[in-house]
């Protein structure tokens, strides 16, 4: 399933709703990867503060059908599934932020609140250079969103993440979050990837 969300008028007859903004939302829709949702940044401006936090920008682009460039975004889903209640949600995600620390070959790299994105990959300027055929030149960005440390795709062929309890994720042009330990094989499965395999392991502050 592809989802895309704009928000704007429309026309409506007995049967149908079409018009420029119906036409951004397909548009979206197409642009998503499977499982993923996309929304412009008007349909972004007007949504709760609670629920923008887990919005992501990827990028701008020209659609068909409209003049301007529109800006994308992504949204982040809750793996804990948990529903906060708006006046405790910051007091809740404040303490969802601790320590990552990865691991690649005889690199360690710590991330903690304050750490700013950082990008992974074989381009010489990623705060984590992976020499790997399988990876991209900027793989993958691990950031903090919705104060959560989060592994965002950017690849070609994609970012395998197991976690300690065997639970593998494949990301394509998709975000989740690291809350566990495990390790992360870009562009390739674990598996057939022992040499350039990055070690995280999450602990709280």
């Not at 548009?27 to 008007?42: Q, T, Y």
């Not at 990827?58 to 006046?87: C, F, M, Q, W």
């Amino acid at each position: 399933m592809r989802i895309g969300f704009h928000i704007g008028p429309v026309i409506v007859t007995d049967d149908d709703v079409f018009g420029a903004t119906v036409n951004l939302a397909s548009r979206l829709a197409a642009l998503a990867s499977p499982g993923e949702v996309l929304m412009s940044r008007s349909c972004v401006d007007a949504l709760h503060a609670a629920y923008r936090s887990n919005t992501q920008r990827l990028n701008s682009a020209i659609v068909k059908g409209s003049a301007d460039a529109v800006e994308i975004y992504r949204t982040l889903g809750d793996p804990e599934n948990v529903t906060v209640a708006v006046g405790q949600l910051q007091h809740t995600l404040e303490k969802r932020v601790g320590i990552l620390t990865l691991t690649y070959q005889e690199k360690q790299i710590i991330l903690d609140g304050a750490t700013g994105p950082m990008l992974m990959g074989r381009d010489p300027g990623c705060g984590l250079i992976v020499i790997s055929d399988w990876a991209s030149r900027r793989h993958a960005t691990l950031e903090i969103q919705n104060s959560r440390f989060t592994l965002t795709d950017h690849s070609t062929n994609g970012t395998f993440c197991l976690d300690d309890n065997q639970r593998l994720q494949v990301l394509k042009r998709q975000a989740t979050y690291l809350l566990t330990s495990g390790t992360i094989s870009l562009g390739i499965d674990p598996i057939q990837n022992q040499d350039n395999l990055i070690r995280y392991e999450f602990s709280k502050n």
